[in-house]
C-alpha cells in the first residue's frame, strides 16, 4: 500500500460546481496536511495548510482533515475556470518525529478541468 | 519579491555529461529541498537540507548531488550515472520547524 493514495482522475466539472478531491494515507504519524495547486509547466502553489484533524476555510477553498479515517479532502465552492489544474495532496509527520521529520509525501496529483 | 528562483527554466543535456541547476531563495528559509517530477509518477525527493553545510538523501538520491555553502543557494548536480535524467525538477524550501514548504516555478531537463 502506498503512503499517499490520490485518484489522478482526470475529473471535469462545468463552471459554478462544487468539486471534492480527496486524499487518502496509511501512515498514522502524519499530523501537516497541505494542498498544493500546479498549473501545466508551473511549480506547485501551496494554497491550504492544516494542522492536525478538522475544518480550515480560505475562501472558496475548504481543507477537511480526518485523523481517524486517514482521510482528507479539499473543496472547492463556486468553481472557475482558473481553477483548472493538477491539484496535490502532501503531507508530513513533522519536527517531533526526527530524521527526515521535514519530508513531504505526496499524492500523485488530480488533474481537474472546469468548463465555462 | 521574496520567493525562489530556479534557473535555468529549460536545461538540454547530452549523455555522459553533469549539469547544474540552480536554486536561490530570499525567503530567510533554513530548509531547502529538490524533487523530481515524472509524469503519473507525483513528486519524489533527491535530497533535502535542514541547516548549511549539511544534507540528507532522499528518496532517489542515486545520480544526483547537491551542496549548501550558503543558506541562500541550494544547487543540484545531475551527474552521468543518473540513468534516467529527464524529468521536470522542483525546489523548494522552508522555515525551521515547519514543513509549509514553496516551491520555484521548476527546471525542465531533457537529455538528446
Known amino acids: 500500500q502506498k503512503e499517499v493514495e490520490q485518484d489522478p482522475g482526470p475529473l471535469s466539472v462545468p463552471e459554478g460546481a462544487i468539486v471534492s478531491l480527496n486524499c487518502t494515507y496509511s501512515?498514522?504519524?502524519?499530523?501537516?496536511f497541505m494542498w498544493y495547486r500546479q498549473y501545466s509547466r508551473k511549480g506547485p502553489e501551496l494554497l491550504m495548510y492544516?494542522?492536525?484533524?478538522g475544518n480550515k476555510e480560505d475562501g472558496r477553498f475548504t481543507a477537511q482533515v480526518d485523523k481517524s479515517s486517514k482521510y482528507i479532502s479539499l473543496f472547492i465552492r463556486d468553481s472557475q475556470p482558473s481553477d483548472s489544474a493538477t491539484y496535490l495532496c502532501?503531507?508530513?509527520?513533522?519536527?517531533?518525529?526526527?530524521?527526515?521529520?521535514?519530508?513531504?509525501?505526496f499524492g500523485k496529483g488530480t488533474l481537474l478541468t472546469v468548463n465555462p | 519579491d521574496g520567493g525562489i528562483t530556479q534557473s535555468p527554466k529549460y536545461l538540454f543535456r547530452k549523455e555522459g555529461q553533469n549539469v547544474t541547476l540552480s536554486c536561490e531563495q530570499n525567503?530567510?528559509?533554513?530548509?531547502m529541498y529538490w524533487y523530481r517530477q515524472d509524469p503519473g509518477q507525483g513528486l519524489r525527493l533527491i535530497y533535502y537540507?535542514?541547516?548549511?553545510?549539511?544534507?540528507q538523501k532522499g528518496d532517489i538520491a542515486e545520480g544526483y548531488s547537491v551542496s549548501r555553502e550558503k543558506k541562500e543557494s541550494f544547487p543540484l548536480t545531475v551527474t552521468s550515472a543518473q540513468k534516467n535524467p529527464t524529468a521536470f525538477y522542483l525546489c523548494?524550501?522552508?522555515?525551521?520547524?515547519?514543513?509549509?514548504?514553496?516551491f520555484g516555478q521548476g527546471t525542465r531537463l531533457t537529455v538528446v
Open positions: 523548494a524550501s522552508s522555515r525551521w520547524g515547519n514543513t509549509e514548504a514553496f
Open positions: 501512515n498514522s504519524a502524519f499530523q501537516y
Open positions: 492544516t494542522y492536525s484533524s
Open positions: 502532501a503531507m508530513s509527520a513533522g519536527q517531533n518525529s526526527g530524521g527526515s521529520n521535514y519530508k513531504l509525501t
Open positions: 525567503l530567510n528559509h533554513d530548509a
Open positions: 537540507s535542514q541547516i548549511v553545510n549539511d544534507f
